[in-house]
Every structure is written in structure tokens, then in C-alpha cells.
């Protein structure tokens, strides 16, 4: 069986500073599934509506939401230091542009972010596509990232400032100091939590994670300064109700049951999303007569 379909990051957008919501992100991730290094820096980059919302699980689509999730995704300002110690601020895309009719947004990157994804050296991020996009909240997911930059290392131990990681995870505003979480207690509850419930047993890592204590003199309650998270690796796949998909195929894509049947058991899930997202994309620009042959020619069968 195939690798699952990973995507890459420069370690500087896994660790930057900038507020998503869990749409946002995902079509974010379907923008750098495509990316590939010899791409045009003019190239502008088509992702599905239809397609983000069943990997979303969404019954009904509400384009007037995705339209302003884009929005925000042109005008988010994303900010961290480089390597040499420069200050960077920038958004993640130029435009974004809905073909009539079709289901279909074009996505243009920030001439500014585009390197970091396309000239990756040393120092990045691989992450597992279909991992993050099953990710609901906006926190798992920046967690989920910020994980996977350790899950090859050797000592998968780290700590992080925990108002470094309230920046970086966008609830604290870096110039009035406003927190969404003041106290612990709730930060825990609402963030660290739900992103322990959501990524452990749903995806190819596991963590567990502990407060780091100040100290503080005195006989008071010691503030949480530090959070220190522990990283495991699992490879192997989770376990997946795959009735939906093979009625998907059959449905959609005309195919035959057999022909389903052999696609699931000969590809990874995230590589059948894949190719299934491209035939989508094809579907909306009429580039296809029959769906159902082109579907089994994509996918080798005869």
C-alpha cells in the first residue's frame, strides 16, 4: 500500500503567528498539496468546494461562508522571525477568484509565503494531509503541525513559553496582551485538551503534555510559564468506516462495485481523496465526458 499523501511547510509558518479559523486552514491545506517546487511563481492553484466539504464531513455547502473564510485567508497577517533574525509580516494569498459555476477557487500565494513552501532546505515541516484536514478544531491543527516538526527527531521531548504558544496559536493579541484564556485552567480545558482528545488516536501521533511551573518567590500560587510535550510516533493507520467512500465511488464516479473495492484495498485513503479531488476539479471545468472510465483510467484500473 502506498504512502499517505504528506504535505511540507518551512518550520517558519508551523511555529508564525496568525489567527485561522478550521476552514481557513483546510483550504490552505488542499492549496499546498499542490504545490510543487518547479511551480511558476504566477501559478495560481484550483481547490474544490464540493471536495473540502465532504473531507469536512459538511452535507451542505454554504458558499457565502467560504467566501468569507478566503477573505480572511487574503488579508490574515502572518508574522514570526527568520532565521537571520529578521521580522517578517505578510498574508498567506494575494487573491482568491471563484469560477462562475463551478464550484471552483483559484488561489494565488503572497509572493512573500511562496518560498515556504517551494524552496524548502533543511528545517521544515512534513505533516500527513488527511491527519490535519480531520482535525475540527483550529487548535488541534496548528498543535497537530507544531508535533509533527519533532516526530522524526530523536528526542521528541520540547517545551514552549506559554505566552509564546498563545501567540502562536492566535489567542493573544501580541499588542494590547488581550488573552482569550488568562487563566490555566481554561487554556487547558479549551485548548490543550481538545487537542489531545482530537489528535491522540485520530492521526499518526499521539502526545501528552505538563505545565512547567515559574518561580515565583513567595507563598502564592507559581504561574504556568512553560509547556513541555512529549511526542509519539505511530505508523501505522487508524482504523476507518470506509462504506462512505465505496458508495462514493460507485455514486459520483460511476464505478462498479468491484472496481471500489479494489481501489480501497489497493491505495491509501488520503491518496484516493487525492486523485479523486483532481477528477473533481476536471468534473467543473467539463474536461470530462465520462466520469466513470476516466475514474477507474486515474486510478489504473481496466
Known sequence: MNTPIEIYQDNFITQARYEMTETERNIMYMVIAQVRPDDSPLKVYKVSIKEIA????????????????????VTRLVQGYLPNGDFLQTTFAASAKYKKGTGIIEIALSQE?????????????????????????????R??????????????????????????????????????????????????????????????LTFTYSPILGDRPGRGRKPVEQVEFEVSYLNKPSVIDLNPLINRLMTRFKLRADQAEEI???????????????????????EIKNVGSYTAKSFGLS
Open 54 to 73: 465532504h473531507i469536512m464531513g459538511s452535507g451542505e455547502i454554504n458558499f457565502e461562508s467560504y467566501k468569507n473564510a478566503t477573505a480572511r485567508i
Open 113 to 141: 509565503i511562496r518560498p515556504f513552501y517551494v524552496d524548502l532546505k533543511e528545517k521544515f515541516t512534513k505533516i500527513q494531509l488527511q491527519a490535519a484536514i480531520s482535525l475540527q478544531s483550529i487548535y488541534a491543527k
Open 143 to 204: 498543535i497537530y503541525e507544531l508535533l509533527c516538526m519533532y516526530k522524526n527527531m530523536k528526542n521528541k521531548t520540547f517545551r514552549r513559553n506559554l505566552v509564546d504558544l498563545k501567540l502562536m496559536l492566535g489567542v493573544m493579541d501580541s499588542k494590547t496582551g488581550k488573552d482569550k484564556y488568562p487563566i490555566w485552567t481554561q487554556f487547558q480545558r479549551d485548548v490543550l485538551e481538545v487537542a489531545s482528545r482530537e489528535i491522540n488516536g485520530n492521526t499518526d
Open 264 to 286: 480501497i484495498e489497493s491505495f491509501p485513503i488520503d491518496k484516493i481523496n487525492k486523485i479523486l479531488y483532481d477528477i473533481e476539479i476536471r468534473l467543473a471545468n467539463n
